[in-house]
C-alpha cells in the first residue's frame, strides 16, 4: 500500500471544513458580545489597561477593540470592520460589530442543515439590495442650512457617549468646527472672481483664503450661498415626491417573485409607505438641498487641542488656530493686530555641508572671512523676508540667534520647529502660502487673514494664537477639563459628532433612529421573503430580516425594558406602516422618533449594513484555517 504524500506541515495547526466555519462563527460572536452592553444611551463603559500601564476608558466600539489582543483570525477581521467605519462615516462602530456577529449567528443553523454557504450569501447579496432600497425609500431629507436641524441630528448621535451631559455645548463645538472646514461650491466661484489678479486659481484652497478677505465677518454666508439655500428651500415637495417614485418604482422593478399576484401586493404596499415617506417628509418641511459642499476635511484641518485643567465649559471653537508655541526670543511682540504673515518650510541658519566638512585655515584674515560670509548669508536671508514687510514668520526649521537679532531689528516675530500639519492649518486660515526660500518671497505669499495674533499662557505653557480670521477654513477646538482620562474620551466623542456632522452635508439625508430603522429594514425585508424569495434562498434571507433586530433588542435590553414584550409592540407598528417607531434607550419602550427627535444619517446606516452583510460573507466563504503557529502540545 503506497504511503501517504505529506503536503502541508503537520506540525501546524488547521482547522477544515465545518469545523472551521463553526470556529468563525464562534469567534464573531465572541468579539460582538465584548461589545454589546455598549449601545445607546444606557450604555455601560470599559477600562482598558495597556501594556505600558495606561488607562482607556470608553464605550466607543472602535476604542474599546483596538486595544483588545485577539488571536483568532476572525476575530481580526471583526475588529478590522469597526476600523472601517470608524474611517468611513466615524459613526455606528459598535452597531456594525454587533450586526455582523448576528449574521454569522443566524447562519450557523443553515450550515447546520447542510446548506451550501454559497446558496446562503446569494440569499444576503439579495437581502442587503433590497435593504438598501428600503433605506432610501424610508430615509427623509434635510436641509443642512437649518441649525436647529443640524444640532439634534448630532446630539443623537453622542447622546450615547460619555460627553451627553454637556450636549449642547459639546453639539456647537461640533458643528462650528464643520461648518467652518466645509469648503463649497460658492466659496471656489468667489476665489476665481476676486482672486484672478492675485494668486494662481490652480491652487483652489489657498485662493478662497485670499478671496474671502472682502467676505466679511466670520459665518456670514456669502450670497451665492444664501441664494442657493433659498432656491433649495423651495424645492422641498418635488425632492420628496421624486424620492419616493423612484424608491417605488425601484421597489417594483425589484419584486420578482412567480406569483404576480403577490408580487403585485407586495408593490402596491412599498408603494404605499414609500407615499407614507413622501407625505411625512412634506410635513416635516426638510427640505434637500444640493450637496454643494467640495471638502470636509477634518483630519487635516481641525486640531483638537487638549490642555488639562479648567472648566469643561469653557472649551470653545477658535475662529482661527491656536498652537502650542511661543516667540523665539523675549523681546518679540506677543500682540499683533492684522498681522502680516510668511510661512517657510526652510531653516533661518547659515548652510551647513551635506555631510562632514574641513577647512583648513592657515590666515587669521580667512577665518574672520569665514564668520563674516556666514553673516552676510543670514543677513541676506533676512533682508529678503523684511523686503515684503512681515509682522510674523515662521518656519518649521530651525531660526539661529544670529537671525534672530536681525528678524528684531526689523519688528518682525518668528516662531521655529513648526509641525508641517499646523503649518498647513496656520496657511489655510490665514491666507498664506508656504514658500521654500525666502529669495521666492513675494507679495501674494503674505497671508493678511488673520485679524489677531497673541501668545497666552494656560497652565504651565505657552500657546500662540491666530485669531479673528476673516474666513478660516481651518480651525482649532480647544478642549477643557479636569484630567487627561476625560479629555481622551470627549475628544474621541467630538471626532465621532464631527464624522456625523460632515457625512450629513455631503449627503443630507436622515434615517430614524432608537431601532427603528433596523425594525422597519426587519419588517419589511421578512414579508418580502415570504412573496417574493423562492427555493432556499428564502432561509438565509429570512435570517437577514431576524438578525436586524438585534439593535433594537439590544437597545431594549440596556435600558432595562422587556424584550419580549417591547419588540412584539414594535413589530406591530411597523407592520401597521409607523416606520418611525423606535425603542427610547433610556427606558426600553416603544416611541415615536418624529416625537422623541432621535435621527441618524443615512449614509451612517448604509454603511453599517453594507459592512456587517459583507464581512459575515466573506468569513463564511472560509473553509480552512492554518495556522502560523504549532500544535498544542497534547
Same mark, same amino acid.
Given at each position: 500500500?503506497?504511503?501517504?504524500?505529506?503536503?502541508?506541515?503537520?506540525?501546524?495547526?488547521?482547522?477544515?471544513?465545518?469545523?472551521?466555519?463553526?470556529?468563525?462563527?464562534?469567534?464573531?460572536?465572541?468579539?460582538?458580545?465584548?461589545?454589546?452592553?455598549?449601545?445607546?444611551?444606557?450604555?455601560?463603559?470599559?477600562?482598558?489597561?495597556?501594556?505600558?500601564?495606561?488607562?482607556?476608558?470608553?464605550?466607543?466600539?472602535?476604542?474599546?477593540?483596538?486595544?483588545?489582543?485577539?488571536?483568532?483570525?476572525?476575530?481580526?477581521?471583526?475588529?478590522?470592520?469597526?476600523?472601517?467605519?470608524?474611517?468611513?462615516?466615524?459613526?455606528?462602530?459598535?452597531?456594525?460589530?454587533?450586526?455582523?456577529?448576528?449574521?454569522?449567528?443566524?447562519?450557523?443553523?443553515?450550515?447546520?442543515?447542510?446548506?451550501?454557504?454559497?446558496?446562503?450569501?446569494?440569499?444576503?447579496?439579495?437581502?442587503?439590495?433590497?435593504?438598501?432600497?428600503?433605506?432610501?425609500?424610508?430615509?427623509?431629507?434635510?436641509?443642512?442650512?437649518?441649525?436647529?436641524?443640524?444640532?439634534?441630528?448630532?446630539?443623537?448621535?453622542?447622546?450615547?457617549?460619555?460627553?451627553?451631559?454637556?450636549?449642547?455645548?459639546?453639539?456647537?463645538?461640533?458643528?462650528?468646527?464643520?461648518?467652518?472646514?466645509?469648503?463649497?461650491?460658492?466659496?471656489?466661484?468667489?476665489?476665481?472672481?476676486?482672486?484672478?489678479?492675485?494668486?494662481?486659481?490652480?491652487?483652489?484652497?489657498? *485662493?478662497?483664503?485670499?478671496?474671502?478677505?472682502? +467676505? =466679511? @465677518? $466670520?459665518? !456670514?454666508? #456669502?450670497?451665492? &450661498? %444664501? /441664494?442657493?439655500?433659498?432656491?433649495?428651500?423651495?424645492?422641498?415637495?418635488?425632492?420628496?415626491?421624486?424620492?419616493?417614485?423612484?424608491?417605488?418604482?425601484?421597489? *417594483?422593478?425589484?419584486?420578482?417573485?412567480?406569483? +404576480? =399576484? @403577490? $408580487?403585485? !401586493?407586495? #408593490?402596491?404596499? &412599498? %408603494? /404605499?409607505?414609500?407615499?407614507?415617506?413622501?407625505?411625512?417628509?412634506?410635513?416635516?418641511?426638510?427640505?434637500?438641498?444640493?450637496?454643494?459642499?467640495?471638502?470636509?476635511?477634518?483630519?487635516?484641518?481641525?486640531?483638537?487641542?487638549?490642555?488639562?485643567?479648567?472648566?469643561?465649559?469653557?472649551?470653545?471653537?477658535?475662529?482661527?488656530?491656536?498652537?502650542?508655541?511661543?516667540?523665539?526670543?523675549?523681546?518679540?511682540?506677543?500682540?499683533?493686530?492684522?498681522?502680516?504673515?510668511?510661512?517657510?518650510?526652510?531653516?533661518?541658519?547659515?548652510?551647513?555641508?551635506?555631510?562632514?566638512?574641513?577647512?583648513?585655515?592657515?590666515?587669521?584674515?580667512?577665518?574672520?572671512?569665514?564668520?563674516?560670509?556666514?553673516?552676510?548669508?543670514?543677513?541676506?536671508?533676512?533682508?529678503?523676508?523684511?523686503?515684503?514687510?512681515?509682522?510674523?514668520?515662521?518656519?518649521?526649521?530651525?531660526?539661529?540667534?544670529?537671525?534672530?537679532?536681525?528678524?528684531?531689528?526689523?519688528?518682525?516675530?518668528?516662531?521655529?520647529?513648526?509641525?508641517?500639519?499646523?503649518?498647513?492649518?496656520?496657511?489655510?486660515?490665514?491666507?498664506?502660502?508656504?514658500?521654500?526660500?525666502?529669495?521666492?518671497?513675494?507679495?501674494?505669499?503674505?497671508?493678511?487673514?488673520?485679524?489677531?495674533?497673541?501668545?497666552?499662557?494656560?497652565?504651565?505653557?505657552?500657546?500662540?494664537?491666530?485669531?479673528?480670521?476673516?474666513?478660516?477654513?481651518?480651525?482649532?477646538?480647544?478642549?477643557?477639563?479636569?484630567?487627561?482620562?476625560?479629555?481622551?474620551?470627549?475628544?474621541?466623542?467630538?471626532?465621532?459628532?464631527?464624522?456625523?456632522?460632515?457625512?450629513?452635508?455631503?449627503?443630507?439625508?436622515?434615517?430614524?433612529?432608537?431601532?427603528?430603522?433596523?425594525?422597519?429594514?426587519?419588517?419589511?425585508?421578512?414579508?418580502?421573503?415570504?412573496?417574493?424569495?423562492?427555493?432556499?434562498?428564502?432561509?438565509?434571507?429570512?435570517?437577514?430580516?431576524?438578525?436586524?433586530?438585534?439593535?433594537?433588542?439590544?437597545?431594549?435590553?440596556?435600558?432595562?425594558?422587556?424584550?419580549?414584550?417591547?419588540?412584539?409592540?414594535?413589530?406591530?407598528?411597523?407592520?401597521?406602516?409607523?416606520?418611525?417607531?423606535?425603542?427610547?434607550?433610556?427606558?426600553?419602550?416603544?416611541?415615536?422618533?418624529?416625537?422623541?427627535?432621535?435621527?441618524?444619517?443615512?449614509?451612517?446606516?448604509?454603511?453599517?449594513?453594507?459592512?456587517?452583510?459583507?464581512?459575515?460573507?466573506?468569513?463564511?466563504?472560509?473553509?480552512?484555517?492554518?495556522?502560523?503557529?504549532?500544535?498544542?502540545?497534547?
Amino acid at each position: 500500500m503506497q504511503s501517504p504524500v505529506v503536503v502541508l506541515n503537520t506540525s501546524k495547526q488547521r482547522e477544515s471544513g465545518h469545523k472551521a466555519q463553526m470556529s468563525n462563527i464562534a469567534a464573531g460572536k465572541t468579539v460582538a458580545d465584548v461589545v454589546r452592553t455598549c449601545l445607546g444611551p444606557r450604555a455601560m463603559l470599559k477600562m482598558l489597561l495597556d501594556p505600558m500601564g495606561g488607562i482607556t476608558l470608553t464605550n466607543d466600539g472602535f476604542a474599546i477593540l483596538r486595544e483588545c489582543e485577539v488571536a483568532h483570525p476572525a476575530a481580526k477581521s471583526m475588529i478590522e470592520l469597526s476600523r472601517t467605519q470608524d474611517d468611513e462615516v466615524g459613526d455606528g462602530t459598535t452597531s456594525v460589530i454587533i450586526l455582523a456577529g448576528e449574521m454569522l449567528a443566524i447562519s450557523a443553523p443553515f450550515l447546520e442543515r447542510k446548506i451550501h454557504p454559497v446558496v446562503i450569501l446569494r440569499g444576503f447579496q439579495k437581502a442587503l439590495d433590497d435593504a438598501q432600497t428600503i433605506l432610501r425609500s424610508i430615509a427623509v431629507p434635510v436641509d443642512t442650512n437649518d441649525r436647529d436641524q443640524m444640532l439634534g441630528l448630532i446630539k443623537s448621535a453622542i447622546g450615547t457617549k460619555f460627553v451627553s451631559r454637556w450636549n449642547d455645548l459639546m453639539c456647537n463645538l461640533a458643528l462650528s468646527a464643520v461648518q467652518t472646514v466645509a469648503f463649497r461650491t460658492a466659496d471656489i466661484e468667489a476665489a476665481k472672481a476676486d482672486d484672478s489678479s492675485k494668486m494662481d486659481v490652480d491652487s483652489v484652497p489657498a *485662493a478662497a483664503n485670499a478671496a474671502v478677505n472682502t +467676505a =466679511g @465677518a $466670520s459665518g !456670514a454666508p #456669502s450670497a451665492p &450661498a %444664501a /441664494a442657493m439655500g433659498g432656491t433649495d428651500k423651495q424645492a422641498t415637495a418635488p425632492a420628496a415626491t421624486n424620492t419616493a417614485s423612484a424608491a417605488t418604482m425601484s421597489v *417594483a422593478t425589484s419584486s420578482t417573485g412567480a406569483d +404576480a =399576484g @403577490a $408580487s403585485t !401586493a407586495a #408593490s402596491e404596499k &412599498a %408603494a /404605499a409607505a414609500a407615499a407614507t415617506a413622501a407625505v411625512t417628509a412634506e410635513d416635516k418641511k426638510s427640505a434637500a438641498p444640493e450637496a454643494d459642499v467640495r471638502e470636509v476635511d477634518i483630519k487635516r484641518f481641525v486640531r483638537i487641542e487638549k490642555v488639562p485643567g479648567g472648566e469643561i465649559e469653557e472649551s470653545r471653537v477658535l475662529d482661527g488656530v491656536m498652537i502650542n508655541k511661543d516667540v523665539v526670543h523675549p523681546k518679540m511682540s506677543r500682540r499683533i493686530e492684522n498681522p502680516r504673515i510668511v510661512l517657510l518650510d526652510c531653516p533661518l541658519e547659515y548652510k551647513k555641508g551635506e555631510s562632514q566638512t574641513n577647512i583648513e585655515v592657515t590666515r587669521e584674515s580667512d577665518w574672520a572671512r569665514i564668520l563674516e560670509i556666514e553673516e552676510e548669508q543670514i543677513k541676506h536671508m533676512c533682508e529678503k523676508i523684511a523686503a515684503v514687510k512681515p509682522d510674523i514668520i515662521i518656519t518649521e526649521k530651525g531660526v539661529s540667534d544670529l537671525a534672530q537679532h536681525f528678524l528684531i531689528k526689523n519688528n518682525i516675530t518668528a516662531l521655529r520647529r513648526m509641525r508641517k500639519t499646523d503649518n498647513n492649518r496656520i496657511a489655510r486660515a490665514t491666507g498664506a502660502k508656504i514658500v521654500s526660500s525666502p529669495d521666492e518671497l513675494k507679495e501674494k505669499d503674505v497671508g493678511t487673514g488673520c485679524g489677531l495674533f497673541s501668545v497666552e499662557k494656560i497652565g504651565d505653557e505657552y500657546f500662540s494664537f491666530f485669531t479673528k480670521c476673516a474666513n478660516p477654513k481651518a480651525c482649532t477646538i480647544l478642549l477643557r477639563g479636569p484630567g487627561k482620562d476625560t479629555l481622551n474620551e470627549i475628544d474621541r466623542n467630538l471626532q465621532d459628532a464631527m464624522c456625523v456632522a460632515r457625512n450629513v452635508l455631503f449627503s443630507p439625508f436622515l434615517c430614524p433612529g432608537g431601532g427603528a430603522t433596523e425594525m422597519a429594514l426587519s419588517v419589511q425585508l421578512a414579508q418580502r421573503a415570504k412573496s417574493d424569495i423562492d427555493g432556499v434562498e428564502q432561509w438565509p434571507y429570512a435570517g437577514v430580516a431576524e438578525a436586524m433586530e438585534v439593535i433594537p433588542r439590544t437597545l431594549i435590553q440596556n435600558g432595562g425594558g422587556n424584550a419580549i414584550r417591547t419588540l412584539t409592540e414594535l413589530r406591530a407598528k411597523h407592520a401597521a406602516g409607523l416606520t418611525t417607531w423606535g425603542v427610547d434607550g433610556e427606558k426600553g419602550v416603544p416611541v415615536d422618533m418624529n416625537d422623541y427627535g432621535v435621527w441618524e444619517p443615512l449614509a451612517v446606516k448604509l454603511q453599517t449594513i453594507k459592512t456587517a452583510i459583507d464581512s459575515a460573507s466573506l468569513l463564511l466563504r472560509v473553509d480552512d484555517i492554518v495556522s502560523g503557529t504549532a500544535k498544542r502540545s497534547e
